[in-house]
């Protein structure tokens, strides 16, 4: 596993959560990174892409207003930052970096998720 996702969990609806991606064994600073999420009986979709640079990024409209996508410093660790979460929110969220940008579906890493359950 190249890339750890984690600080999921169970919050209430209208709570917050950050989820951290951070490399293993490897850096990841001239990759362009990205979350997506699965839900139970789902197909996996895109919710947010951040540039190599951070100096771009952008996501779904169903996260639009609420979820932030950032970089750290150094900008081998990538964030979630998850506000006003919703019960469809609810899901396995996985980070995953690629050279392509904007991101594609076909990733050429995928890190292993971490579970983020609201409640409602």
């Known amino acids: 596993v190249q890339l750890q996702a984690s600080g999921g969990g169970l919050v209430q609806a209208g709570g917050s959560l950050r989820l951290s991606c951070a490399p293993s064994?490897?850096?990841?600073?001239?990759?362009?990174m990205g979350w997506f999420r699965q839900a139970p009986g789902k197909e996996r979709e895109f919710v947010a892409a951040?540039?190599?640079?951070?100096?771009?990024?952008y996501c779904a409209a169903y996260v639009k207003g609420r979820f932030t996508i950032s970089r750290g410093s150094p900008k081998n660790t990538v964030y979630l930052l998850m506000n006003s979460l919703k019960p469809e929110d609810t899901a396995v969220y996985y980070c995953?970096?690629?050279?392509?940008?904007?991101?594609?579906?076909?990733?050429?890493?995928w890190g292993k998720g971490t579970l983020v359950t609201v409640s409602s």
């Open positions: 995953a970096a690629d050279n392509n940008y904007p991101l594609q579906d076909d990733m050429a890493y």
């Open positions: 064994g490897r850096t990841f600073i001239d990759y362009n």
């Open positions: 951040i540039s190599r640079s951070g100096s771009d990024t």
